[in-house]
């Protein structure tokens, strides 16, 4: 069993940065890929990025690529995204997931997500 928590999220400006942090709960969080998706209002949820849980692997959603930076802390059982150039369209609420197979972009194959953060961007 994992337990997700997000933070970090809120209100910004267009141009502006935040950073979001998903802390784990439970054993063995070294050994899970982590990853971040996000569901805007009225839209289906969508891959944002996901980093590995051996080494350095990591993949993004090309839309927030050069913008957002997946990092993770095992000693803290923390994964962080960096989110900086931060455009309206961002705006959603972000979650994030935990999966022991083979890095995914698939949110189906997560096995453990979080209760989500919400950030809304403001033009």
């Known amino acids: 069993q994992l337990q997700l928590v997000e933070s970090g999220g809120g209100l910004v400006q267009a141009g502006g940065s935040l950073r979001l942090s998903c802390a784990a709960s439970?054993?063995?969080?070294?050994?899970?890929?982590m990853g971040w998706f996000r569901q805007a209002p009225g839209k289906e949820r969508e891959f944002v990025a996901a980093?590995?849980?051996?080494?350095?692997?990591?993949t993004y959603e090309d839309s927030v690529k050069g913008r957002f930076t997946i990092s993770r802390d095992n000693a803290k059982n923390t994964v962080y995204l960096q989110m900086n150039s931060l455009e309206p369209e961002d705006t959603a609420v972000y979650y994030c997931a935990a999966d022991r197979g083979r890095l995914s972009r698939t949110g189906t194959t997560y096995d453990y997500w979080g209760q989500g953060t919400q950030v809304t961007v403001s033009s």
């Open positions: 980093h590995g849980w051996s080494g350095s692997i990591t």
């Open positions: 439970g054993r063995a969080f070294s050994i899970y890929n």
